[in-house]
């Protein structure tokens, strides 16, 4: 068969078996991203079947896909927002970042992968996952709860972060010397500085340069320059994610809403095709010898969210049902550990059982996230109601 036909006729199954993965997990009530990576993990190397003629395409399918995470992102928040956040959830953020980014550190030195996989793990195990932890929060109705802003002033943070970390891991894998990756950290400091700058400021003048009432035109502007953002990032060795990200946070407004209706499908679909290109690459037989630390790893992470939410909304005044939500809302891990892992491996400069452990931890968290923040309050609630007491007896007088 032509080689065109081929790769056309795999990547039209693929695209429609995420389709029907999706379908399942909106009905089981659960993030789709599980589903998409044990479907790359069966048609991979490896697997069942090895679609090897749409590896290519996905590999910067997946690249795209990224960009458009980390820019849609940055559509949510204004660079007063973030200001403002990381302002007030500074403590509970440098508390989340030493308990969440340890245990990855921990395991992998364990595992004998040294410095660079110490650091890779810990950025896989620190990370929430922003888009389950919204989706949760709107399903379940807790828009307007009390500890919602702390869950999404930690979540800041986070991504405050990570527009740190994610260029020192680029100059690290990358293998440049400790001035190379000085120089490195020191550019996208300044990247980061003058876009919010820019934000606070001249926000409004970024917007109107890619607003169109014409929607194609919108959205090949908005899509044009975060592909040249992203470009220009990589070249100066900041990381394309961190570029989109910060131009998402330059536009605001009006803008910034359409830009996120308009990109939407676009996401959903080229993040989807990320999640399975991650699968694909991973060999399933590699995963069974990690499981074990990957539960263990589940089961640590999850405590340690659990307390940082905890202790973040006890701080804001929220009471203990309060508490339980924010710490579970905080449990999932996902489309940014897939990244941080994705990065490292595309590098060559891990072993390749870190992909199986981030693969196999990604799972068991976006799984248990979901599920934890469901039926944390009604737990707290049957835990909390008295038990054994019978009722009051009236008194009869004589």
């Known amino acids: 068969m032509d080689r065109l036909a081929l790769t056309l006729i795999e990547l039209g199954a693929v695209v429609f078996a995420l389709g029907l993965l999706a379908r ?21 190397a490896g697997g069942v079947v090895d679609l090897g003629g749409v590896r290519d395409f996905a590999h910067l ?7 458009l ?80 802003p702390t869950i999404l002033a930690i979540l800041v943070f986070e991504d405050l972060a990570m527009a740190l970390y994610l260029p020192i891991l680029t100059a690290v894998l990358a293998g440049v010397s400790f001035l190379g990756g000085l120089q490195t950290v020191g550019i996208s400091l300044v990247v980061v500085t003058l876009v919010l700058l820019i934000a606070l400021r001249h926000g409004h003048h970024v917007s109107k340069a890619v607003h169109s009432e014409n929607s194609e035109v919108f959205l090949l502007n908005v899509l044009g320059l975060a592909l040249l953002v992203a470009g220009v990032a990589s070249a ?12 998402g946070i330059a536009i605001s407004g009006t803008t910034a809403h359409n830009a996120s209706r308009v990109l939407e499908p676009l996401r959903d679909l080229f993040a989807a095709i990320f999640f399975v290109a991650f699968g694909l690459n991973t060999d399933p037989a590699t995963i069974p010898p990690v499981l074990g630390w990957a539960l263990i790893l589940a089961v640590v992470t999850a405590v340690t969210k659990v307390a940082t939410g905890w202790w973040a909304a006890a701080r804001a005044g929220v009471a203990v049902p309060g508490r339980a939500r924010a710490g579970a809302a905080l449990i999932a891990r996902g489309e940014f550990s897939i990244v941080i892992a994705g990065l490292a491996v595309a590098s060559g400069a891990v072993n390749d059982e870190l992909a199986a452990l981030a693969t196999a931890y990604v799972l068991l968290m976006a799984v248990m996230g979901p599920l934890a923040a469901r039926f944390v309050e009604p737990m707290v609630r049957a835990f909390r109601s008295p038990r054994g007491r019978r009722p009051a007896q009236a008194k009869v007088p004589f």
């Open 24 to 44: 399942l997990a909106g009905r089981i009530g659960m993030s789709p991203i599980p589903l998409y990576l044990v479907g790359g993990l069966l048609f991979g």
């Open 236 to 247: 100066l060795q900041v990381s394309a994610a961190v570029g989109a990200f910060m131009l």
């Open 61 to 67: 399918s997946g690249e795209i896909g990224v960009i």
């Open 69 to 148: 995470l980390l820019l849609m992102l940055g559509l949510e928040y204004t660079a007063q927002e973030l200001v403002t956040g990381l302002r007030r959830s500074w403590q509970a953020g440098v508390m989340d970042l030493v308990l969440n980014f340890l245990p990855g550190v921990g395991v992998a030195l364990l595992l004998g992968w040294g410095g660079v996989g110490a650091l890779v793990m810990g950025g896989v195990t620190y990370i929430s996952s922003s888009g389950i932890v919204a989706k949760v929060i709107t399903d379940l109705g807790r828009l307007g709860n009390r500890e919602t």
